[in-house]
């Protein structure tokens, strides 16, 4: 996998061409592609919301032939543990993928508790520098919508650095684009970033003659 499909629900298009692979993504979809190097037939995926980690899930089975369970956050436990055995008996890799959270998740049933403590963690992080780049300039592709270096540079400087931030961003430009039938300009983008309360405010510099 050299690029996996975009992290994003428009459109979900579930193919490994399509993904695109950064330092935010990187090590989790490294360690997909060998889980015949796992210590255990399961590995933990946790990252934030709109990050991929479904779609990466459903990529990785269909290579691996392997099982998933998705959204285990609301799964009982016991479900948990019985699907972490039968991929131990059938020699099948398991990937249980779970929303970030800002405590490491922790099984209270202890036979679970204690399979999960061998099992692989892997994270996708909040979009870097480059993947937040690429993203807006593949979003707004698959749109129609042409968007210029300059105003992709002055976006990524300035907007809030996650997913979720990054869907509601793109959504704002394109509906703002729509409504002014204008081409997204570095004017409407600044426009479309202090409507989402995203521009960072200016701070004054220190008067170092003071004090």
């Not at 089975?61 to 543990?81: H, K, M, R, T, Y």
């Amino acid at each position: 996998m050299t690029q996996m499909a975009l992290p994003f629900d428009w459109p979900a298009a579930e193919s490994a061409d399509n993904f695109i692979v950064t330092a935010a993504n990187r090590a989790a979809v490294e360690h997909l592609e060998s889980p015949g190097r796992w210590p255990v037939k399961a590995t933990l995926l946790t990252g934030p919301r709109k990050s991929g980690r479904s779609l990466l899930a459903r990529i990785f089975a269909a290579q691996s032939n392997g099982l998933i369970i998705d959204d285990a956050e609301l799964l009982p436990e016991p479900d948990i543990f019985h699907r972490w055995n039968l991929a131990q008996e059938e020699n099948r890799p398991l990937l249980i993928v779970m929303l970030e959270r800002t405590t490491p998740w922790r099984a209270r049933l202890p036979d679970l508790a204690s399979r999960m403590a061998v099992t692989p963690v892997i994270h996708i992080d909040e979009p870097d520098d480059m993947l937040f780049g690429l993203l807006i300039e593949k979003l707004m592709a698959q749109r129609g919508l042409a968007i210029a270096p300059e105003v992709v540079s002055y976006l990524r400087a300035r907007a809030e650095r996650s997913y979720v931030a990054l869907n509601r961003l793109v959504d704002a430009l394109d509906a703002t684009a729509l409504s002014r039938r204008r081409a997204i300009t570095t004017r409407l983008a600044k426009d479309v970033l202090e409507s989402l309360g995203m521009t960072p405010v200016d701070r004054p510099l220190p008067n170092l003659l003071d004090g």
